[in-house]
T-cell receptor, first 114, second 114 residues
């Protein structure tokens, strides 16, 4: 059974700081890994999707890396802003396709202080 | 593109009644839709997978007679919580998948059972 863990559960940083969120998974035979953002009381916004054959993906100030063999992924946020405050979730598919059922981590609640 | 809507966004119902939540893909056809439940401060837990024109597949521990799922068209899936109890109060999120592989998430529905 795939288990996804995220560390830390919560993180508070001053504006402008670079930060790293961690995600680990127990079964390394994943098809891909996704990072999502969730604002309070809202749905999910997909940030980055890394295919199993890729090592990293970048979008603006966000960079996600994937190390399948060690069962880890990191989300790097550069020059953090108060608007980045949200809960960040990582998820992996339960099946062999990225469209199959997803297993989510517990999330990291990020607060960026002005 | 790839917008998923949910209706209602919030609903309050009395214990013992039933409530229906709609999930619509607005600009694409969704062959598969997924229903997730999220309790406060917790991550998303997959409840069921819904394929257009066929019966839903429920995750272990989810009562199919209590959570009725209908996916009658390629743009609409509904989740009906029957005989709702206060412990069913939660945030329900749907996602939809096209013929491609990415899932797109709805904004969620906050259900409160009094």
């Amino acid at each position: 059974k795939q288990e996804v863990t995220q560390i830390p559960a919560a993180l508070s940083v001053p504006e402008g700081e670079n930060l790293v969120l961690n995600c680990s998974f127990t079964d390394s035979a994943i098809y891909n890994l996704q990072w999502f953002r969730q604002d309070p009381g809202k749905g999910l916004t997909s940030l980055l999707l890394i295919q199993s054959s890729q090592r990293e993906q970048t979008s603006g100030r966000l960079n996600a890396s994937l190390d399948k063999s060690s069962g880890r992924s990191t989300l790097y946020i550069a020059a953090s802003q108060p608007g980045d405050s949200a809960t960040y979730l990582c998820a992996v598919p339960l099946g062999e396709t990225s469209g199959s059922r997803l297993t989510f981590g517990e999330g990291t609640q990020l607060t960026v202080n002005p | 593109g790839a917008v998923v809507s949910q209706h209602p966004s919030r609903v309050i119902c009395k214990s013992g009644t039933s409530v229906k939540i709609e999930c619509r893909s607005l600009d694409f056809q969704a062959t598969t839709m997924f229903w997730y439940r999220q309790f406060p401060k917790q991550s998303l837990m997959l409840m069921a997978t819904s394929n257009e024109g066929s019966k839903a597949t429920y995750e272990q521990g989810v009562e199919k007679d209590k959570f009725l799922i209908n996916h009658a068209s390629l743009t609409l899936s509904t989740l009906t919580v029957t005989s709702a109890h206060p412990e069913d109060s939660s945030f329900y999120i749907c996602s939809a998948r096209t013929g491609g592989r990415r899932q797109y998430f709805g904004p969620g529905t906050r259900l409160t059972v009094t």
